[in-house]
């Protein structure tokens, strides 16, 4: 991808002028006492006092802790110059810590004197780059000044950088992260493709500055320049991706697979980001059948392996779509891909099991995913439980509930236990109500009062209020 302003081994920190500042020298660390001090001094003496502060701290400054203190000064960008100012009087300057300077001040949107800091990287001779310039155009795009950006490109050679396709790229990122500037982008390209011929990165960054706008007429156009420009290229696997999913995510699917036909033709599939993409945003318009075509493509064509999250995605996927036979051929591929059912993949088809009451292949399943360690939900015993009981197989739904009883605490365990009472009560088991009322009122479950009420009519029809009066007695003592 195009150049990153100064480092690209950059870690999040705030910033006055907005984006992330770089990391400190590697061989320096914050906590290293003379950053803090130089940090301490730069944060607390006075402007007019800053000078003499430093000079009698008694740090000696080299290059790696000038870049150090740097990092750490976006904040601060006047006594960053200050210090940069007084470092520079026994230290020549490393590249890095001009870059350093010229980033502060831009993302500070201290642009008159960025130049400033420009001209003298100039006169100093062999410290300006590309990256110098890469740091400019991101500090005017995040202040919303595209032309400015623009016109800094268009200046380079005159201070002895080239405008090569490096410095297209970085100028094209910079305004492609800005909201609604991908045709901004996409006009630079248009003027300076002819001088600078693109490259891969050319038209991914373009691509993503479509995707980010969901403009797919502007990416299909862009796609057919690139293969008449650069060629079909198996290796330009992020410009694929990004063309792919900005129809994927305008719901034009079927555009998307006719596009991946093409490339499968010329041996250029996309990655796996892709697919994983595409995946998650079919998941979300609940489409099966382009999912499993999809899937096709990546796992045959493509040659790609499917990780764990993908599965369970699938096969939540086809379990919603009452498909729980693919499914089932899903959860026993898993393993050939070196992908492993969890929690979430196994609940997925219980719950699917549960839901279409097929009660035989869910008895079978709750076994196995006792035996393999993956218990169902609280949701899915309480599914199963009732659903047991509706299908006639109370000895399964109490095989449900004795897990539930040993390994769920009450909280998560109450709705299973009153749907246990209310099935036995209509079973007519009102024995075993009695004794798994009782068995639950130990444990500090809260019985329902519809569920009470109830039982009530049971009891009372069988002739047997006394036990129903036990176990309001034994309600009343909570």
């Known amino acids: 991808m195009a150049a990153v302003i100064l480092d690209d081994r950059r870690h999040p920190q705030s910033v006055v002028g907005g984006g992330e500042a770089p990391?400190?020298?590697?061989?320096?660390?914050?906590?290293?006492?003379?950053?803090?001090?130089?940090?301490?001094?730069?944060?607390?003496?006075p402007t007019t006092e800053l000078e003499r502060a430093?000079?009698?701290?008694?740090?000696?400054?080299?290059?790696?802790?000038?870049?150090?203190?740097?990092?750490?000064?976006?904040?601060?960008?006047?006594?960053?110059?200050?210090?940069?100012?007084?470092?520079?009087?026994?230290?020549?300057?490393?590249?890095?810590?001009?870059?350093?300077?010229?980033?502060?001040?831009?993302?500070?949107?201290?642009?008159?004197?960025?130049?400033?800091?420009?001209?003298?990287?100039?006169?100093?001779?062999?410290?300006?780059?590309?990256?110098?310039?890469a740091s400019a155009f991101g500090s005017y795009c995040s202040a919303g000044k595209i032309k400015e950006a623009i016109m800094t490109f268009d200046v380079m050679d005159r201070?002895?950088?080239?405008?090569?396709?490096?410095?297209?790229?970085?100028?094209?990122?910079?305004?492609?992260?800005?909201?609604?500037h991908a045709s901004d982008a996409a006009d630079f390209y248009d003027r300076v493709k002819t001088s600078v011929p693109p490259d891969a990165d050319t038209f991914a960054i373009l691509f993503e500055g479509w995707e980010k706008e969901s403009n797919t007429t502007r990416a299909k156009t862009t796609?057919?320049?690139?293969?008449?420009?650069?060629?079909?290229?198996?290796?330009?696997?992020?410009?694929?991706?990004?063309?792919?999913?900005?129809?994927?995510?305008?719901?034009?699917?079927?555009?998307a697979l006719k596009f991946l036909k093409v490339m499968k033709t010329n041996n250029c599939l996309p990655g796996l980001k892709f697919f994983s993409n595409a995946l998650d945003i079919l998941v979300k318009h609940n489409n099966s059948e382009h999912a499993?075509?999809?899937?096709?493509?990546?796992?045959?064509?493509?040659?790609?392996?499917?990780?764990?999250?993908?599965?369970?995605?699938?096969?939540?996927?086809?379990?919603?779509?009452?498909?729980?036979?693919?499914?089932f051929r899903f959860l026993d591929e898993m393993p050939f891909?070196?992908?492993?059912?969890?929690?979430?993949?196994?609940?997925?088809?219980?719950?699917?099991?549960?839901?279409?009451?097929?009660?035989?292949?869910a008895e079978k399943f709750f076994r196995e995913m006792l035996k393999n360690e993956q218990p169902p939900s609280p949701s899915n015993c309480a599914a199963a439980i009732r659903m047991f009981f509706n299908q006639f197989d109370p000895v399964t739904a109490l095989e449900v509930w004795s897990y539930v009883m040993e390994d769920l605490a009450p909280p998560q365990g109450s709705?299973?236990?009153?749907?246990?009472?209310?099935?036995?009560?209509?079973?007519?088991?009102?024995?075993?109500?009695?004794?798994?009322?009782?068995?639950?009122?130990?444990?500090?479950?809260?019985l329902q009062p519809t569920v009470i009420e109830k039982l009530r009519n049971s009891f009372q029809k069988a002739g047997r209020l006394d036990s129903y009066d036990r176990i309001m007695r034994r309600i009343s003592r909570y």
């Not at 950088?161 to 909201?179: E, F, G, M, P």
């Not at 079909?232 to 719901?251: C, E, H, I």
């Not at 109500?433 to 479950?445: F, H, K, N, P, S």
């Open 337 to 361: 891909y070196g992908a492993f059912p969890d929690a979430t993949t196994y609940n997925s088809v219980f719950e699917c099991l549960v839901r279409n009451k097929r009660a035989g292949e």
């Open 415 to 446: 709705e299973c236990a009153n749907l246990v009472l209310l099935g036995l009560g209509e079973f007519e088991r009102l024995s075993d109500v009695t004794r798994y009322a009782e068995e639950m009122l130990d444990m500090g479950i809260e």
């Open 223 to 255: 796609f057919g320049e690139m293969v008449i420009r650069i060629g079909w290229k198996a290796d330009n696997m992020s410009a694929y991706d990004a063309f792919l999913s900005t129809l994927v995510r305008a719901n034009q699917i079927q555009e």
């Open 159 to 180: 201070y002895g950088v080239a405008k090569d396709v490096v410095a297209v790229n970085s100028l094209l990122s910079a305004i492609c992260r800005q909201d609604g």
């Open 292 to 327: 499993l075509t999809l899937w096709d493509v990546m796992v045959t064509d493509s040659g790609l392996v499917p990780d764990s999250p993908m599965f369970n995605a699938m096969i939540s996927l086809l379990c919603n779509n009452q498909n729980i036979d693919q499914a």
């Open 54 to 133: 430093l000079s009698s701290c008694g740090i000696t400054p080299v290059p790696e802790l000038v870049e150090a203190v740097l990092c750490l000064s976006y904040s601060s960008p006047a006594s960053a110059v200050q210090f940069f100012r007084w470092s520079g009087l026994s230290v020549k300057h490393s590249p890095r810590s001009w870059n350093l300077m010229v980033d502060i001040l831009g993302r500070n949107a201290l642009f008159d004197a960025m130049w400033d800091a420009i001209r003298s990287m100039k006169q100093e001779g062999g410290v300006l780059s590309t990256a110098t310039f």
């Open 23 to 45: 990391p400190i020298p590697v061989d320096l660390h914050p906590n290293d006492p003379r950053v803090r001090s130089l940090c301490d001094i730069l944060s607390r003496a």
